[in-house]
């Protein structure tokens, strides 16, 4: 391992920075010669989550471990761009395509530039994400929205997903903006995105009705397409069904299992309206989660306030926390990339026949 010194500061009353660099070395442990970074040791991997940890070892001192996590999506690409959705070390272990899956590279690569400098290193892994967003974009139907995934046979899902489409909107992002670093120009992602968040922001029932989950409340503003007031407005309507004061916010409404994965993003999410406080106040309840080797509960499930799954540790939650304490501290170069700082302003592109044309 390339570093034991975090380059986070650590959010007052919250988290120290020898405490976030403890979590950073935790999660570096895990990385495999390969490069892939699993979910916990032993586990299996996937290239959403993988590419959130890479983003995490990036900012916290490890850009060796990045690079080579980078490397790990570049050795396993499938020749049309997309990945398979689980994988055991060298073995697959789903071969369902997510299109969420595939996207978030382009997420993680503007990251890594964001919060080294290092253009170069971005420009050898270009090709990866541009055959990762070309596949992508294949599978963007006539509303704007992107079918979520390809099942083992090759064959399209009909329908789409909110939160997923909310990251692939704020993946095409930041290609864009990639893009625009390399001297690139990619204005079919640009237009792409445009229709994509357009349908976000103003069109949920265009996508599968998932609204018990967390995921689904505070992925529009956590990617972007809402901002302002329509986004203080859908956090304020959702805060009561999804967040169990003191304690963080449920992955599912109807449970109330606390997970610090989706708390920690929500805190994104607050961060990118403006709400310090409020995001602070939502932060401190990781802490309910964190182990004394700075690994993170999945999630705690209440009243018994019980693991669950049992005593599951796992690398995306230490992660978003990780990304979630940069956000707040300002920490590194890349700070702001989930407060949209870095990224161009998108397009708001209706379809045809759309009332609110």
Not at 39 to 66: K, Q, R
Not at 207 to 233: C, H, T, V
Request: with cysteine.
């Amino acid at each position: 391992m390339s570093s034991t010194t975090s380059s986070l500061g650590g959010v007052p009353g919250v988290i120290t920075s020898e405490e976030l660099a403890l979590t950073a070395g935790h999660l570096a442990s895990l990385q495999l010669s390969s490069g892939q970074i699993p979910w916990f040791d032993g586990g299996h991997s996937d290239p959403w989550n993988h590419v959130e940890v890479a983003m995490a070892l990036t900012i916290s001192g490890y850009e060796p471990e990045a690079r080579a996590a980078y490397r790990w999506l570049e050795a396993t690409q499938l020749g049309d761009g997309s990945w398979f959705n689980y994988y055991v070390g060298d073995r697959v272990k789903d071969t369902r395509l997510d299109t969420n899956v595939c996207a978030y590279v382009a997420a993680g690569l503007y990251h890594y530039v964001l919060a080294t400098g290092d253009v170069d290193f971005a420009r050898e892994l270009w090709p990866v994400v541009e055959r990762a967003l070309e596949f992508v974009l294949r599978w963007q139907l006539a509303d704007g929205t992107i079918r979520w995934s390809l099942d083992a046979q090759g064959r399209p899902e009909s329908y789409a997903l909110l939160t997923g489409s909310s990251s692939i909107f704020h993946a095409l992002c930041c290609g864009v903006a990639l893009a625009e670093r390399l001297d690139l120009s990619k204005p079919e992602w640009e237009l792409a995105a445009g229709r994509l968040g357009h349908a976000v922001a103003h069109h949920p029932g265009a996508f599968a009705p998932k609204n018990e989950f967390a995921m689904d409340w505070y992925y529009p503003i956590f990617s972007g397409a809402l901002r302002d007031g329509a986004g203080e407005k859908r956090i304020d309507a959702g805060w009561e069904r999804h967040v169990m004061d003191g304690l963080g916010v449920r992955c599912v409404s109807t449970n109330d299992w606390v997970t610090a994965a989706e708390t920690a993003e929500c805190v994104l999410a607050l961060d990118a309206l403006g709400f310090t406080t409020k995001a602070l106040d939502l932060f401190s309840y990781t802490r309910l989660h964190r182990r004394d080797d700075g690994a993170y509960w999945t999630g705690i499930a209440y009243p018994d306030r019980v693991t669950f799954p049992d005593r599951e540790t796992t690398s995306y939650t230490a992660a978003a926390v990780l990304l979630a304490a940069d956000a707040l501290s300002s920490s590194s170069h890349a700070a702001g990339i989930f407060r949209h700082d870095e990224l161009p302003s998108p397009l708001d592109l209706a379809e045809p026949g759309c009332p609110l044309r």
